[in-house]
């Protein structure tokens, strides 16, 4: 009978099981064990990856400020957790050849860099390259043509995930691993990838320099949609007197551009007029050699009734730019 290779503690990692009875408390108790370092998700928002959190959101949970969304309900969540053993199960099938267990339920912790961690989806053995990373993703089709392909239309791992895949080479050392996902085709599909160690020293690197703003209690310089969201929520008072000539042309820049703006708005208004009235009241539309243009139908669903509640009254803060004359 061959060998199991299963995981123990290395040189590389140390090995944490979560063995509490049941699944939820194994899940909370990973979630506990994930706030203490880094894991792989957190690497896309630490190199401005991830459009949906900020460098200085994710500071706020690792320093305790802010306690991380709980979005265990989406259903892109749900959908994920329940085809995730599925799919672990048919890569098996598909891939005799290689060794492949269920990485759930423990964590790895660098030995090296011990606030780096990795909960992995499968773990994969072959005789030749030893361990390898099994990450296992679902997304909508319209992703996985959009991010799952480049501009020849072949396969390719986004750049978000290719970030959470090299965080975990990293913590393990590891040279291997492959991307198996749903996203939306007839069959799921693979895509393996290899260890480069460039890649691996600025995952090592930016998670060292995020890690040191966590332990320094100091935050990631802020985003513009970290500025959008301070102003809303504590609304602070008052101007500061400033010189500063990048200052000045970058405000200039915008009144010219949002000028600019206001005058292709206007202009493309009075286009539009000119055109409604050579199509006219008579016809659907004109078409020409080069150009149609014309009316159509746009059907919306019935929607319930006051399916939108009614809003109290209430204040947005909203970004402006105002030149000021020069006296």
Not at 35 to 60: C, F, H, Q, V
Not at 150 to 160: Q, T
Not at 258 to 280: C, N, P, Y
């Amino acid at each position: 009978m061959m060998a199991r290779h299963l995981l123990r503690d290395c040189d590389e990692f140390m090995l944490v099981r979560f063995k509490q009875l049941t699944a939820k408390e194994r899940h909370e108790s990973w979630l506990k064990h994930r706030r203490e370092g880094l894991g792989g998700s957190d690497m896309a928002t630490i190199l401005g990856l991830n459009k949906y959190k900020t460098p200085y959101e994710l500071w706020l949970e690792k320093t305790g400020r802010e306690q991380p969304v709980d979005i265990s309900d989406k259903w892109a969540i749900v959908k994920g957790n329940a085809l995730e053993k599925e799919l672990r199960n048919r890569f098996r099938a598909l891939h005799p050849e290689w060794e492949c267990y269920d990485g759930t339920d423990k964590s790895l912790v660098s030995r090296n860099h011990p606030f780096l961690i990795a909960s992995l989806d499968g773990v994969l053995y072959d005789e030749t390259r030893g361990y390898g990373v099994l990450e296992i993703k679902t997304t909508s089709a319209h992703r996985g043509k959009t991010d799952w392909h480049d501009m020849d239309g072949n396969l390719k791992i986004p750049d978000y995930y290719m970030a959470q895949v090299t965080h975990y080479l990293a913590v393990t050392g590891w040279t291997w691993g492959v991307v198996y996902a749903d996203i939306g085709e007839a069959e799921p599909v693979e895509i393996m990838f290899e260890r480069d160690e460039e890649d691996v020293e600025a995952i090592i690197k930016a998670a060292s320099d995020f890690w040191t703003y966590v332990q320094d209690d100091t935050p990631p310089a802020l985003t513009a949609t970290d500025v959008d969201m301070v102003q809303q929520s504590t609304q602070p008072e008052g101007y500061e007197q400033v010189e500063d000539d990048e200052f000045d042309r970058l405000a200039a820049l915008w009144h010219q551009f949002d000028e600019a703006e206001k005058s292709a708005k206007q202009q493309k208004t009075g286009i539009s007029d000119q055109l409604k009235t050579m199509v006219g009241d008579t016809r659907q539309g004109l078409v020409s050699l080069h150009n149609q243009v014309g009316y159509k139908d746009v059907r919306f669903k019935a929607q319930p009734a006051k399916t939108i509640p009614a809003k109290d009254a209430y204040t947005q803060r909203r970004f402006y730019v105002k030149p000021l004359n020069d006296n």
